[in-house]
């Protein structure tokens, strides 16, 4: 593709020309590094669901992942809490994941926070406004420029006792 636009472009002026070059390049790059994080996510789900199934918890709900200090910036989060719900999904687990649309709307409705949520009688009240008997909620270590670390945490929302990490 790339010869292909050079010769059909072979009009182009030489910095345009290494524009649209620098572009392709670095359109894939970055498409190579959202492959990178869907297979590790794609690896965190498979990590979590064993202790999951083990503690017979039937349905989860996925929060969105925090930095060390509990705050949610970014979309960064988000985006690894949604790629787990859907990958809990489509994997067709012995559990059922809360839709995060519903998590967020309950969430809302009773001033809970995802931050809170670690809190005992917080993670109680969820499970009991869900429905849920699990949170699965996470952290993001920056490791560098283009690298993260993330923990992962099972927390039952009878307890709030951890019963598995990732």
Known sequence: ??????????????LRLLSAILCISMSSHAFAEVQDIDKELSD?????????????????????????EGSSEGE???YIAEQLTVDFVMT?????????????????????TSKGLVDPDNAKKLG??????ALILGTIIPKGTNTVNLTAKIITTDTAEIVGAA
């Open 1 to 14: 593709n790339v010869i292909r636009l050079l010769k059909s472009q072979h009009h182009m002026k030489p």
């Open 44 to 68: 965190l789900t498979e990590r979590l669901a064993v202790p999951i199934k083990d503690h017979g918890k039937t349905k989860v709900a996925v929060i969105d992942f925090t930095d060390l």
């Open 76 to 78: 960064l989060g988000k």
């Open 92 to 112: 067709k687990r012995d559990f059922s994941v809360l839709d995060r649309a519903n998590l967020n709307k309950i969430l809302a409705e009773h001033k809970l």
């Open 128 to 133: 009991q406004f869900a429905g849920v008997d």
